[in-house]
């Protein structure tokens, strides 16, 4: 892997995939965990759509984690967790269930300077955690995923815990459910070595309500979802 400069956050470095990294072998059989489960793919080498814009809001805009404690949720490379340690965030808990991203994680941040307090499981199966910021990039890439990250982030509203939500308009985002609070061009890697940037926002998700939403100027292109090609 690379320490290089985020595209569109040059204040940040992360060690990210490049032709030479070798990552097709974290997919072989071997790599599987001891509980059995299948090898999950490399999301943590590529800077996504929604955590890099997730992470461009929280720095222009300090205030918004300054002080606070925040959730990284899915944090993959921990971008966005940077990000808001970078911005003054009292404390981020960074959730990720990947072992390989764990590690990934632990790299980026000291690769940063910075202090991440790193959560390996599962927090959505449970009671919200004590943060007072969910900050959720690319968590709805799959109908699946984003079926079980609902439950959890109604969850964190209810406890009266902020959420904002960074998506460059995947099929699956809950438009009925955000709030549109900032729109930026951004690339969104796709796990095929970067792209022209696109617009991609920030929103707040908010509880459910009857009233219809107003309509979000992103595309509704890219139904896959992100789909990493290791390289």
Not at 1 to 19: C, G, T
Not at 47 to 70: F, M, N
Not at 118 to 137: N, R
Request: proline residues 10%; glycine residues 10%.
């Amino acid at each position: 892997m690379r320490l290089a400069p985020v595209p569109s956050l040059p204040e940040i470095r992360l060690y990210l995939a490049h032709p030479g990294s070798g990552l097709r072998r974290l997919l072989e059989a071997d790599d599987a965990d001891e509980s059995g489960n299948d090898p999950q793919p490399p999301y943590w080498a590529y800077a996504w759509a929604g955590g890099t814009v997730l992470a461009r809001h929280v720095l222009d805009r300090p205030s918004i984690v300054a002080g606070r404690r925040v959730l990284d949720l899915g944090a993959g490379s921990g971008l966005v967790g940077i990000a808001a340690a970078k911005a003054g965030a009292h404390e981020v808990v960074a959730a990720e269930v990947d072992r390989n991203g764990v590690a990934a994680l632990r790299l980026n941040a000291e690769a940063n300077g910075v202090a991440i307090q790193i959560c390996h499981e599962d927090v959505t199966t449970g009671p919200p955690p004590a943060v007072d910021l969910v900050l959720a990039g690319d968590v709805f890439y799959a109908q699946e995923v984003g079926q079980r990250m609902m439950p959890f982030l109604d969850r964190c509203l209810a406890a009266g815990i902020d959420v904002l939500v960074g998506d460059p308009g995947r099929a699956w985002l809950p438009r009925q459910r955000l709030c549109l609070l900032a729109e930026y061009q951004v690339p969104d890697v796709g796990g095929n070595g970067g792209s022209e940037p696109r617009p991609s926002a920030v929103f707040a998700f908010v509880a459910d309500r009857v009233s219809p939403p107003a309509r979000s100027p992103l595309s509704r292109e890219n139904p896959a979802g992100r789909r990493p090609i290791p390289e």
